[in-house]
C-alpha cells in the first residue's frame, strides 16, 4: 500500500465525497437521510485521526487534507441550510453562518500573512478550535434532526447563540496562543 492510500486518508476521502451527497439529499429536502449522512461524514472526522495514530498512518497529505474536508464539510452545511429553500424549519440565521465562515478565514488569512512575513508555521489546532468543530458540527445535527422529526425546534436559538459564543472565544483564544507561540520563537537579541 502506498504511503498515501492510508486508512485514515481513505476516510477523509470517504467524507469529501459524502459533501455533494449531502447537498443532493438537502435538495430534495430529505432531512432524515441528510441527518444520517452528515452524522456518517463527521463520524469519518474522528475515525481518520484514530486510525492515523492507531495504524502509525500520519501523512503529511492527510494533515492538510483532513482539516481541509472538515472546513468543506461545515461550511457547506452553513451556506446550505442558511437557504430557506433547503429547511422546513426557519433556516440557519446567516449572521451564525457569516461568524462560522468569518472566523475561519480570518484564522486561515492571518496564518498566512504571519508564515509569508516571518516563516512561523508551527500553526497547530487548539483545544478550543477543536470544541469550536465539535459545537458546529452539534448545532448541525441537531437543526438537522429539527427538521426531519419536527424535535425541539424551539431550541435551536440557544444552540445558535452557543455556536456563536464558542465562535468569538475560539477565535480570540487562537489569536492569543498563536502570539504566544510567535513570542517563544523570537530569537533572542
Known amino acids: 500500500m502506498s504511503s498515501v492510500l492510508t486508512v485514515a ?14 447537498v443532493t439529499v438537502l435538495y430534495y429536502q430529505r432531512f432524515t437521510w441528510a441527518l444520517g449522512i452528515f452524522f456518517v461524514a463527521a463520524a469519518t472526522d474522528g475515525l481518520d485521526g484514530l486510525a492515523a495514530r ?5 501523512t503529511q497529505l492527510g494533515a492538510i ?13 452553513f451556506v446550505i441550510l442558511s437557504l430557506p429553500r433547503f429547511t422546513l424549519t426557519d433556516p440557519i440565521p446567516f449572521w451564525l ?13 492571518a496564518a498566512a500573512v504571519i508564515n509569508m512575513t516571518t516563516g512561523f ?3 497547530r489546532p ?20 429539527a427538521n426531519a422529526f419536527n424535535l425541539l425546534a424551539g431550541y435551536l436559538p440557544v444552540a445558535y447563540y452557543a455556536t456563536l459564543g464558542i ?3 475560539s477565535g480570540l483564544h487562537y489569536i492569543a496562543h498563536i502570539n504566544k507561540l510567535m513570542s517563544q520563537n523570537q530569537p533572542e537579541e
Open 9 to 22: 486518508n481513505l476516510l477523509t476521502v470517504f467524507r469529501l465525497i459524502l459533501i455533494p451527497v449531502f
Open 54 to 58: 492507531s495504524f502509525n498512518q500520519k
Open 65 to 77: 487534507l483532513d482539516p481541509m474536508a472538515d472546513k468543506l464539510l461545515l461550511v457547506t452545511a
Open 97 to 109: 453562518t457569516a461568524a462560522a465562515i468569518s472566523r475561519d478565514v480570518i484564522i486561515v488569512l
Open 121 to 123: 508555521s508551527k500553526f
Open 126 to 145: 487548539s483545544i478550543p478550535g477543536k470544541l469550536n468543530t465539535f459545537v458546529q458540527i452539534v448545532m448541525i445535527v441537531f437543526f438537522l434532526a
Open 167 to 169: 465562535a468569538v472565544f
